[in-house]
């Protein structure tokens, strides 16, 4: 049996968490699940977003599922930079080597209508983005944030080194593998040096993955190009600041931000029981918070996505996929996903319908 730690957090995070919890419990019965505190309401008890319980919790897990971090009451100078709520997900990512992040998008049959595009362009999209998530801008010193000679300014600085690009770009390689067999891998190498050598270290690494076709896009244009023509993509390889952007824009295509999940995969274990963080991509959302109203169908399909790649249990992932995509073709919606005059489900009616779909 295994123990996963649950990190709920701040915002929509322990609504949802909630939720995906309880479904999990229900396909993984015997297993052990600890909560521990994080973010910003961690800050306010503790002084700190990521105590030294939660830290020693989460490093004696299989697995984490994760809510959300962050709010208002925590913004700008409210809160020294390193003691922010989004501090302690990055010392989560950065201590566990948590650099593979995995961010699946799918609109499922019914959906069509909820997205923003016409539905003959989304219809039937299944794409997945894989980013590096420890390096780049978001990781690489110096920062800096002052004055020079009367003027305000801002350092950052983005630094990759071949190895990094390596281990993400076979991870993206593998998943083609599986699917479509085909990566697009997105940077900017007309005017970056670091893009300069994604390319090349990709196109070094494609070369044992004959199998698999290899296209590149320029980071413009590939987000062009995601509201163009969205089914074109399988696989979206890209650096830690452009695959944050483009899975949120990705995100959309589904109807609601509030459908995505996420993996963020360590190099401890070994494929299809790796140690992994669990999340919805969606954030804390403040303005819904405590109302019942948010989306858990990204906090649900990470749990599933936990048990498929950190506890090798593939029947689970399914049952819980196959329940989401039922209860949606039910018609059960959250706010989110109906228009201004149509009934939908509160955030606990939602999961009570998947789960009985189990």
């Known amino acids: 049996m295994s123990t996963i730690a649950v990190l709920p957090g701040d915002g929509i995070g322990p609504e949802v968490t909630r939720v995906a919890l309880e479904i999990l419990r229900r396909v993984r019965p015997g297993d052990t699940y600890v909560e521990y505190p994080v973010g910003g309401g961690a800050y306010d008890r503790f002084g700190t977003p990521i105590p030294d319980q939660t830290k020693s919790g989460v490093g004696q897990s299989d697995a984490v599922l994760f809510g959300s971090v962050g709010g208002p009451q925590w913004d700008g100078d409210k809160v020294p930079r390193d003691l922010r709520p989004e501090a302690s997900l990055l010392f989560l990512r950065l201590h566990f ?85 085909l990566v697009h891998s997105v940077d900017k190498q007309n005017t970056l040096e670091t893009s300069r050598l994604w390319r090349k270290t990709v196109v070094e690494v494609a070369a044992d993955y004959p199998d698999v076709t290899l296209q590149h896009v320029l980071v413009d244009n590939a987000s062009m190009q995601l509201v163009r023509n969205p089914r074109q993509f399988d696989v979206i390889l890209t650096e830690n600041m452009f695959g944050d952007i483009l899975s949120d824009e990705s995100a959309m295509l589904s109807g609601s931000i509030g459908n995505v999940p996420s993996a963020s995969l360590g190099r401890r274990g070994e494929p299809g029981r790796r140690f992994g963080l669990y999340e919805p991509i969606s954030g804390s959302a403040p303005d819904i918070a405590g109302q019942n109203l948010a989306n858990p169908t990204a906090a649900i399909l990470s749990a599933a996505m936990l048990c498929r790649l950190s506890l090798g249990d593939s029947a689970a992932a399914e049952r819980v996929e196959r329940a989401v995509e039922a209860a949606i073709a039910s018609g059960a919606r959250t706010r989110d996903l109906v228009r201004q005059s149509e009934a939908y489900l509160s955030t606990t009616a939602f999961g009570e319908a998947v789960a009985a779909r189990l």
């Not at 990781?139 to 800096?144: C, H, L, S, T, Y």
């Not at 003027?151 to 190895?163: N, R, S």
């Not at 990094?164 to 599986?178: D, L, N, T």
Request: aromatic content about 10%; cysteine-free.
């Open 97 to 181: 080597e948590l650099f593979a992040n995995i961010r699946p998008v799918r609109v499922y049959p019914g959906l069509e209508e909820a997205s923003t595009l016409k539905p003959e362009v989304v219809s039937g999209l299944d794409l997945v983005v894989v980013r590096e998530l420890t390096g780049g801008a978001y990781f690489a010193q110096p920062k800096e944030f002052g004055e020079r000679d009367g003027v305000p300014y801002a350092l950052d600085t983005i630094l990759y080194h071949k190895p990094e690009i390596v281990r993400i770009a076979r991870v993206a390689f593998e998943m083609a593998r599986e699917r479509r067999k």
